[in-house]
């Protein structure tokens, strides 16, 4: 029998869910069943986690996609106190058990989780998520014509310069501490004070990140936002300015420029040519 013989048969069908959250290069593996799961090698854990019903149609792109589970879970805490730096992309999979020998899987949502709520006294985590099709269809924002760069640091499509260069990475440094949101990161002596501003820190074990928004030169490194939880190992990738002068000395990328250098700052038409 096909998935929608089963699906659609009064007494045949025998459901099993799967749900699949991304974080960064950390992988969680769930299914709302009573036992443990394998499919194609990969063996889902049981857990408390139920889902809303799913919409179909262009008129329904935008449709909001709730996946409730008990806050205590590890998902549930990335979103406790502190948001993740990276996007969560949660992907819910669909099968009949009695579907043999090879049961056809079909993934009924797959999208990123834009907002987290807590209910029944905080004891369960609700994780709203949009299609990854939502995003078809939305205005992207142009260029914006002023001198600082437009680009995002790294993006391969348009900066260009590569965060794997040894030279704009520092890789596999210990965390010596964490106070608030200050991050005291051993091995950094060599670099010059300011050198990570503007740049980021991955916590390796996960893959999340945080954004540096200052670094004194002797390894506290000033994030926009703690981690949840101090990471062991990190690496820390070279900041800048958006100004043309640190794109040139510092990653040699002037032919990616995305601003406008040299645009004169003074308007004849407000204080007259002289």
Known sequence: ????AFETSAEAGQPVELFHFQIGSTNYYYTSAEDEVTVAAQLYSP???????TADGPANRDHDFNVELPTSDAVAQF??????????????????????????VVVVFDGYVYSARFKDRLKICVLTARPVLSSVGRTCPARTYQGPCNHVLY????????????????????????????????????????????GYVEAIAIGDFRMVLDD??????????????????????????????????????????????FVPTKNPFESGIT
């Open 216 to 261: 004194d030169g002797a390894g506290n490194l000033t994030l926009l936002l703690p981690f949840s939880v101090q990471p062991a190992t990190v690496n820390v990738f070279a900041g800048c300015a958006h100004d043309i002068a640190v794109c040139k000395s510092k990653f040699n990328n002037v032919i990616n420029y995305g601003g406008f250098a």
């Open 79 to 104: 979103f406790t106190g502190v948001l993740p730096g990276k996007r969560v992309r949660c992907t819910v999979s669909r099968f009949h058990r009695n579907d043999l020998p090879t049961p056809e």
């Open 47 to 53: 857990k408390a986690i139920s889902r809303a019903d």
């Open 155 to 198: 993006d391969p499509a348009t900066c260009k310069v590569d965060d794997s260069n040894p030279a704009f990475r520092a890789s596999a440094k210990g965390v010596s501490a964490q106070v608030g949101n200050v991050l005291t990161v051993s091995g950094l002596g060599a670099y010059a004070p300011g050198w990570f501003t503007g």
């Open 1 to 4: 029998m096909t998935f929608n």
